[in-house]
């Protein structure tokens, strides 16, 4: 079993993402520490399946395991596809939005003990999820313990090389009726994805 790269490193699962996923929108964005912020597409996130994702779906084999579901489009997708899906992430806003789509999902890591380890037909990485953990090789490594014998991994990737590790963390602006300079709201959580 894979551990953990980073096991000091708080869930990004904290109040602002929480809140997004509550609204089904931001803004939202990862704040690296030059301070340009990265913005993460929570309407997309909380949309149902669109086209993309319904050609990556229509290539999915047997049992399918969505690491880092987020807000669950794509397991609900799959389970009115009938499909047998679980998403499986670290924040439990994502995993009750999931449940409330009515996906099954769980409360947990990757590189945490999995249900199905070894007989998954298909494991999804999307929405920039390749990066969970902060090591792309080593996430791969678990997936392949993940999958069964000739499974199939289903990774969305950039379109340009990206070599980047970054410490970021959660951004999202105040409320308009609290004008706060963004560096003097406190602490963010890092995003275990950089």
Same mark, same amino acid.
């Given at each position: ?5 980073h ?7 904290t109040?602002p993402?929480?809140n ?6 931001g803004p939202l ?6 301070g340009?912020?990265?913005p993460?597409d *929570? ?7 669109? /086209? $993309?994702?319904l050609s990556?779906?229509? %290539?999915?084999e #047997?049992?399918v395991l969505? *690491?880092?579901?987020g807000?669950g489009?794509?397991? /609900? $997708?799959?389970?009115v596809?009938?499909h %047998?899906?679980? #998403?499986i ?11 409330r789509l009515g996906?099954?999902?769980l409360?947990r ?6 249900p199905?380890?070894g007989a998954w037909?298909?494991v999804l ?5 390749i990066?969970?953990g902060?090591?792309p090789s080593?996430?791969l490594r ?6 069964a014998?000739g ?6 990737t950039?379109p340009q090389d ?5 410490r970021?963390?959660?951004d999202a602006?105040p ?7 963004p560096?003097?709201?406190g602490?963010g959580?890092?995003?275990p994805h950089?």
């Amino acid at each position: 079993m894979i551990s953990p790269p980073h096991p000091g490193v708080t869930s990004w699962g904290t109040d602002p993402y929480a809140n997004a996923l509550r609204n089904g929108r931001g803004p939202l964005f990862l704040r690296r520490t030059d301070g340009r912020l990265l913005p993460l597409d *929570v309407e997309r996130w909380c949309a149902g399946a669109d /086209a $993309a994702d319904l050609s990556a779906l229509r %290539r999915c084999e #047997g049992p399918v395991l969505d *690491v880092g579901c987020g807000p669950g489009r794509l397991v /609900a $997708a799959l389970t009115v596809r009938g499909h %047998r899906a679980l #998403g499986i992430d670290i924040s439990d806003a994502a995993v009750d939005r999931t449940r409330r789509l009515g996906g099954p999902a769980l409360h947990r890591s990757v590189f945490e003990p999995l249900p199905g380890e070894g007989a998954w037909g298909t494991v999804l990485l999307v929405d920039g999820n390749i990066g969970i953990g902060g090591d792309p090789s080593q996430l791969l490594r678990r997936t392949g313990e993940l999958l069964a014998p000739g499974g199939l991994l289903i990774a969305e990737t950039t379109p340009q090389d990206i070599d980047e590790r970054l410490r970021v963390q959660l951004d999202a602006p105040p409320p308009p009726d609290r004008k706060v300079p963004p560096r003097s709201r406190g602490p963010g959580s890092a995003h275990p994805h950089c």
